[in-house]
């Protein structure tokens, strides 16, 4: 057996690692900013009335718990295809406009099970690497952290393209569009789909059309991370970037995750849908995303997954969670909003652009000193690269943030 002796120390995730410092602080009125959960009110992870009920159900009809398909449940398969696409359900009429010359969209859509969206995204890389020989993968600068990590861990090369104008603070579109354009055909384009993470900024309708524009233009492979849906505008709108890729007709996919919209964190429940050109691709596609899961994990676990279909499939509990969702989102709004308010009241008028964000992260404009300020004088707890979670603020707390912040901003 080889030695271990010059194996190195891993010194864990960053975020992981600033929640265990957070803990480890005694003072009264430390503020979590830094990991990406939802918190209500009062400061806690919510359970929503939908998820409880929906457990409370299952509780009442015990089943068995045998294996699940490799692909995952077909029921919840379906419903994430409703959800990410705007797909109809048995009971609906309308679909999405066709694109010329191609099956309808629900015949050609690949969809499986995943471990949450980090594990949709784990899953896509390992069959563009294993299948097509995909070697280079684009992040959008700055990126969500695990990014690199997943694709970097399969072999990826990683790069990046331009997206965040700090100086304008909004996105660099131009740029953005400019480096799609000069990338190697096949390159792998991780593009958030909307409450980009960490800095809040997200594409408009139009500019979303440039993007897709790009990747057709230059054959790359578009790869849309959908961990927010709900959080910027609503769950159909914010299906705008997944929407115009579908009306170019590219093949494209598409992660998405039931972590924060449906407050399944450690269920890791989530799906992986890749949009072909054909029924027939989509059935061969399927097949080879079953082959990786099988040799990943062979099947994803069941209780997450009965949970969702219960969720988005029974009429009332759909309504309750999609209100509890437009509550949670209307919060967040609240908050950014109670924030600038709070700065300008301290004396700082230039971070309105808060307010200009979406989802839960802000990029707040404070560099790596000021944040160490914040945590180590203050005690508030955000990312280095100035990410912090709003959602992690309420009535009780954004007060004194604010405060923080404009202390170790005007010194």
């Known amino acids: 057996m080889p030695s271990f002796d010059d194996l190195e120390f891993y010194p864990g995730d960053p975020i992981f690692g600033l929640t265990d410092l957070f803990r480890a602080d005694e003072r009264p ?13 009062l400061g806690r992870l919510p359970l929503p009335e ?34 990410v696409f ?26 499986v099970q995943t471990l949450g969206g980090s594990g949709a995204l784990k899953e896509g890389a390992d069959f563009l690497r294993a ?10 600068d700055p990126s969500w952290a695990n990014h690199a990590a997943i694709f970097g861990g399969a072999g990826y090369e990683v790069v990046s393209y331009r997206y965040h104008d700090a100086q304008n603070h909004r996105v660099d579109v131009d740029g953005m569009v400019e480096d799609l354009l000069a990338m190697v055909p096949g390159t792998v384009v991780v593009l958030h789909a909307c409450c980009h993470n960490p800095t809040g900024y997200d594409l408009s309708a139009d500019e979303w059309v440039r993007v897709a524009e790009a990747c057709a233009q230059r054959e790359l492979v578009p790869f849309l991370d959908m961990a927010y849906q709900g959080f910027s505008r609503g769950l159909d709108e914010d299906r705008v970037a997944v929407d115009t890729f579908v009306a170019t007709g590219q093949r494209f996919f598409v992660g998405n995750s039931f972590s924060k ?19 027939d691709e989509a059935t061969r596609v399927h097949s080879q995303l079953c082959r990786v899961i099988r040799t990943n994990y062979s099947c994803p676990p069941s209780h997450g997954a009965q949970v969702v279909k219960l969720v988005l499939s029974d009429a009332d509990l759909r309504a309750s969670w999609e209100a509890e969702l437009e509550q949670m989102r209307l919060r967040i709004r609240r908050m950014r909003e109670a924030l600038d308010a ?49 959602a992690g603020l309420n009535e009780d707390n954004v007060g004194y943030v604010a405060k923080a912040i404009a202390a170790v901003v005007s010194r």
């Open 29 to 41: 009125d430390k503020v979590n900013l830094g990991v990406g959960i939802y918190l209500d009110e």
């Open 50 to 83: 939908a998820v409880r009920l929906a457990e409370q159900r299952l509780a009442e009809q015990p089943a068995p718990r045998g294996y699940l398909p490799m692909g995952g449940d077909p029921q919840l398969v379906q419903l994430v295809q409703q959800m």
């Open 86 to 111: 705007g797909l109809p359900s048995a009971d609906e009429s309308s679909t999405p406009e066709p694109v010329e010359g191609l099956d309808p969209l629900h015949q050609r859509i690949a969809t």
């Open 131 to 140: 299948l097509l020989g995909a070697s280079t993968v684009a992040l959008s």
């Open 261 to 279: 919209n449906i407050g399944l964190y450690g269920e890791r429940i989530g799906g992986l849908s890749v949009v072909c050109a054909s029924r």
């Open 342 to 390: 709070g700065l300008r009241a301290e004396g700082i008028e230039t971070m309105g652009f808060v307010t200009e964000q979406a989802g839960m992260f802000s990029y707040c404009g404070l560099d790596v000193e000021q944040m160490h300020r914040l945590r180590s004088e203050h005690g508030v707890y955000g990312t280095d690269d100035g990410r912090l979670c709003v």
